[in-house]
C-alpha cells in the first residue's frame, strides 16, 4: 500500500494484515531473538510500526517499546484501538530518525526496509545505527528477489471480516536496471452496501542478501544471524530473509559477515 492508501483505507490495514501476517509468532520470535542474544536493557524502537501490532505485544512481553511511523492515520488507528496506552507512539520518518534518546533494540518488519529506495536504505541503516547504543541489537527483514523461484509476477487475495471484504489484485514487474520492482495493485472494499476501489503502486528495492548485508556492516553493524523466515520457522516462504545484527562502536567497524551454507551467517570481525 501507498502513503495514500494507508490514509483511505488505515481502519481496514489490520483486518487486511491479520489474514497475512502472524503478528503472535513474529513478536514472540522477535523477544525470543532478542534474549537469546543476551539483550541488555528493554527499550525498543519499533521502526515503521503502523498499527501497533508487533510494539503491543512486545510491550506485553516486557519491552519499553516506541513506535514510529510514517502514516499520521495509521498512528490514529493504533491510538483508537487503546495500544498508544502501552507504547509510545511517534509520527516520524526512519530516514530521519526524529528520537534523541538510544535504545537497546531496534526492529523493522515486513519488508519496510524494500521501501528504501537509492541512498535510502543506507540513510536508514546509518541513522538506526546512531539511535542505538553501542551493542544494541537490530532484528528486521526484507525481501530477496534473488529468490527467483519465488517471483510472481501477478496475484490475488481476499481479506474478509466485520462484514467487510476485500479482493485484492497485484502486478509487479521490475524495471530494466532491475533495481526496482513495481507493485500496481487495486483494492475493492466492499462495506455494508457500499463498493469503493483504490487503485495504488508501490516501488520496493530489488535487494539480493548479500548487498543489504554489506550495506548494513558499512552502516555500523555486524551480523550475528540472517537466514530465510522459511529457515528461521516464521514463514513457508524462502523469499523473504530476517537478519540480526549487532551496533558496534565505532572503533570496532569494518567487520564482515561470514555466511554459511545453512544460511545463517557467524559472527565476523
Ligand atoms: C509493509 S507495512 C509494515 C508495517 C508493520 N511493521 C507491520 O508489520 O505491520 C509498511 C509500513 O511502513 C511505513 N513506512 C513506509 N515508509 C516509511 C518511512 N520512510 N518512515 C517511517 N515509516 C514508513 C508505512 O507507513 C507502513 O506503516
Not at 5 to 13: D, I
Not at 16 to 21: G, R
Not at 56 to 67: E, I, N, S, Y
Amino acid at each position: 500500500m501507498s502513503q495514500v492508501e494507508y490514509k483511505e483505507l488505515a481502519h481496514l490495514y489490520d483486518l487486511i494484515n491479520e489474514e497475512f501476517i502472524a503478528y503472535d509468532l513474529q513478536a514472540t520470535y522477535v523477544a525470543r531473538l532478542l534474549r537469546a542474544a543476551n539483550l541488555r536493557g528493554n527499550r525498543l524502537l519499533d521502526l515503521a510500526c503502523a498499527t501497533a501490532q508487533h510494539a503491543t505485544r512486545l510491550a506485553a512481553a516486557g519491552f519499553a517499546v516506541t513506535g514510529v511511523d510514517l502514516s499520521p492515520a495509521l498512528l490514529a488507528q493504533a491510538a483508537a484501538r487503546g495500544r498508544a496506552r502501552r507504547v509510545q507512539l511517534v509520527c516520524g520518518d526512519i530516514r530521519r530518525l526524529p528520537l534523541l534518546k538510544s535504545f537497546d533494540a531496534a526492529m523493522c518488519l515486513n519488508h519496510t526496509l524494500n521501501y528504501m529506495l537509492g541512498d535510502d536504505l543506507a540513510r536508514a541503516f546509518h541513522d538506526i545505527a546512531q539511535r542505538l547504543r553501542p551493542g544494541g541489537l537490530f532484528v528486521f527483514d526484507f525481501f530477496d528477489y534473488g529468490a527467483k523461484d519465488e517471483w510472481i509476477a501477478a496475484w490475488r487475495e481476499c481479506a474478509i471480516g466485520d462484514g467487510i471484504r476485500v479482493d485484492m489484485t497485484h502486478r509487479q514487474s521490475i524495471d530494466a536496471a532491475g533495481r526496482v520492482a513495481t507493485d500496481v495493485h487495486t483494492y475493492e472494499v466492499r462495506e455494508s452496501e457500499r463498493v469503493s476501489t483504490h487503485v495504488g503502486e508501490d516501488h520496493l528495492r530489488v535487494t539480493h542478501t548479500e548487498e543489504v548485508l554489506a550495506e548494513l556492516v558499512s552502516c555500523g553493524f555486524r551480523v550475528l544471524k540472517a537466514g530465510t523466515k522459511h529457515q528461521l520457522g516464521l514463514e513457508p516462504t524462502t523469499k523473504s530473509v530476517a537478519v540480526l545484527a549487532q551496533a558496534v562502536p565505532r572503533d570496532m567497524r569494518g567487520a564482515r559477515w561470514l555466511g554459511c551454507g545453512d544460511g545463517f551467517g557467524s559472527v565476523a570481525k
